[in-house]
């Protein structure tokens, strides 16, 4: 018998480490030759299975030993490390200081962008069912004539509707001071596109497309409290912009 018992064998395999295995099974098989020419096969088998038994169970706390030592060995490192760069960095106080100032502005301009793109692209619009909007920019004209136009040929919408870029005008009250605010022209469509109802009153109607019939507005909810006394007389109320 030339060779080990297969089975031991390869169990041996799979618990030596990598880099040491052919080295070791090699020797291993050497050493089983030495044993079968001198106490014969029953003998030789039986001393290779208690071998590899013994390896087999001795090997992981072995491993695991290893590994903790060299953890134990890098945190030692790690804190050599982090003693003497605070000790430079207290021996420099200006160059400390620019550097703190460098990671401030650093950390300070990354979390500003991430609530950006946080606010901007990442979270839901607050509108109902805002994952069926979709916008079309100002490449295709702002007249009212182009909405119609493609309200006419876009079949799959359920409801279209466009506005203006929000510009600042200035409220003129009947009393009191003149304040800035901002406005924005919309169509007959735009608030039925986006699911918004008014609390009280009404949204656009199809006629107040029409020249010379557009004189009429819809209030948000802070203008019409802070410039409009939150009164649902101010339906009737006229507001000179």
Same mark, same amino acid.
């Given at each position: 018998m030339s060779t080990p018992?297969?089975?031991? @064998? &390869? +169990? #041996?395999?799979?618990?030596?480490?990598?880099r040491d295995r052919e080295l070791l099974l090699d020797e291993l098989d050497r050493m089983w030759v030495r044993r079968v020419e001198r106490d014969g096969g029953a003998e030789a088998r039986r001393w290779y299975r208690s071998?590899?038994?013994?390896?087999?169970?001795?090997?992981?706390?072995?491993?695991?030993?290893r590994q903790t030592t060299t953890t134990g060995s890098d945190m030692i490192d790690g804190i050599r490390q982090l003693s003497r760069t605070v @000790? &430079? +960095? #207290?021996?420099s106080p200006g160059f400390t200081a620019v550097a703190v100032l460098t990671l401030a502005l650093g950390i300070g301009g990354n979390a500003l962008i991430f609530?950006?793109?946080d606010r901007a692209l990442l979270r839901p619009i607050d509108l109902?069912?805002?994952?069926?909007?979709v916008s079309v920019l100002d490449g295709w004209g702002s007249s009212l004539g182009t909405v119609e136009m493609l309200r006419e040929r876009m079949t799959t919408v359920s409801?279209?509707?466009?506005?203006?870029d929000a510009t600042g005008r200035t409220l003129q009250p009947d009393d009191g001071a003149a304040?800035?605010?901002?406005?924005?022209?919309?169509?007959?469509?735009?608030?039925?596109?986006?699911?918004v109802v008014p609390v009280i009153g009404r949204v656009f109607g199809p006629e107040e497309s029409e020249p010379g019939r557009g004189a009429v507005a819809l209030a948000s909810s802070g203008f019409w409290t802070t410039a409009l006394g939150g009164d649902a007389s101010a339906l009737e109320q006229e507001v000179v912009l």
């Open positions: 018992p297969r089975f031991w @064998r &390869g +169990l #041996l395999a799979r618990v030596l480490p990598a071998e590899v038994w013994a390896f087999a169970t001795r090997w992981p706390a072995e491993r695991l030993r @000790r &430079g +960095l #207290l021996r609530a950006l793109v109902p069912e805002s994952d069926r909007l409801a279209m509707g466009a506005a203006l304040r800035r605010v901002t406005v924005a022209a919309a169509s007959p469509g735009f608030f039925e596109a986006l699911g």
